[in-house]
């Protein structure tokens, strides 16, 4: 069971009892007591009027004047809940999120089938391969198994790790794994489509507290500030990404944008994807060392 699908259960639940224990929800959701806790502020915040009660008959429930109207989610609630899981089964292709939209449909009755927000994404075929992957991965976490890889970098170094799974994490168009590495000995990442012969261990690991602040305090790339001129056809791709106060008007032909990429290759391969529609200007040497970058890439490309 999911996030989503266990904090819908958790209020269909506290909608029924008066007070229920947070030993008695871990139980339930065979998660850990922390767990639930962190399921209370996330409900919280989302201005489910959620209270607790101390001693040893304490517990969670629900202001009782709301449970004279079992309709917490208004039908434009549970439509963006449905659009967002729709969005989520699309790249992720799971059963669980199936099963999850089902039961939302069968409680609160059929929606409008024409929705106000339609989400969309790639169907790109090597989606479909990572899929075994992600399922694994997500078990592993579940069950706070350890998982067991061979892992190539983006330099095309193998090396064979051990992980304690935390988080799984979708970011633009890639599937990555979050979790402690045995062999660092550290907080990695690891893009999934970068994993081979992954296996699931009979091991299993208990949860690092501290694992919380180390994901905020992971390694960001150095920034640097670059001035580009980039053609009306790839406005809007600025204006997405760094928004509109990143661009001005420069002439008839050209926009200057101001924007900030990373200090490295990663930075180069971004504004190398613009083409003809891109012109860095400042700072030079930076320019220099785009050019270098572009000038190897012509190198693969010369004639003998």
């Known amino acids: 069971m999911d996030k989503v699908e266990r904090l819908i259960s958790i209020i269909m639940i506290l909608l029924k009892k008066d007070i229920v224990s947070t030993n008695a929800f871990a139980q339930l959701f065979h998660v850990s007591k922390r767990t639930i806790l962190r399921d209370m502020e996330t409900l919280s915040l989302s201005n489910i009027p959620i209270y607790s009660v101390s001693g040893v008959n304490g517990g969670y429930g629900i202001l009782d004047e709301y449970k004279?109207?079992?309709?917490?989610?208004?039908?434009?609630?549970?439509?963006n809940i449905l659009?967002?899981?729709g969005g989520l089964g699309k790249i992720m292709v799971s059963q669980e999120v199936e099963m999850t939209i089902k039961k939302i449909e069968a409680m609160v009755g059929p929606l409008p089938l024409q929705s106000s927000i339609q989400l969309s994404f790639y169907d790109w075929e090597g989606r479909s391969e990572i899929l075994p992957i992600l399922i694994i991965c997500q078990e592993s976490i579940l069950k706070r198994r350890l998982i067991s890889f061979e892992y190539m970098d983006k330099d095309g170094a193998t090396t064979t790790r051990m992980v304690e799974p935390d988080q799984l994490h979708f970011s633009e168009t890639s599937w990555y794994l979050k979790g402690f590495c045995l062999y660092r000995m550290g907080y990695r990442t690891f893009k999934l489509s970068r994993i081979h012969h992954l296996t699931m261990d009979e091991k299993t690991f208990s949860p690092r507290e501290y694992l919380l602040d180390e994901r905020e305090a992971r390694y960001q790339p150095q920034l640097v500030a670059v001035q580009a001129l980039i053609s009306p056809s790839i406005k809007d791709q600025f204006i997405e990404r760094y928004g509109r106060n990143c661009i001005e008007t420069y002439n008839a032909e050209f926009f200057l944008a101001t924007i900030h990429v990373p200090q490295n290759s990663t930075g180069f391969k971004f504004l190398a994807s613009f083409g003809t529609n891109l012109i860095i200007v400042e700072p030079k040497p930076y320019r220099e060392d785009f050019r270098t970058y572009l000038n190897q890439m012509m190198e693969n490309y010369n004639e003998e």
Do not use: G, I, V
């Open 68 to 79: 004279m109207d079992k309709r917490l989610l208004s039908s434009s609630d549970l439509e």
């Open 83 to 85: 659009t967002a899981l």
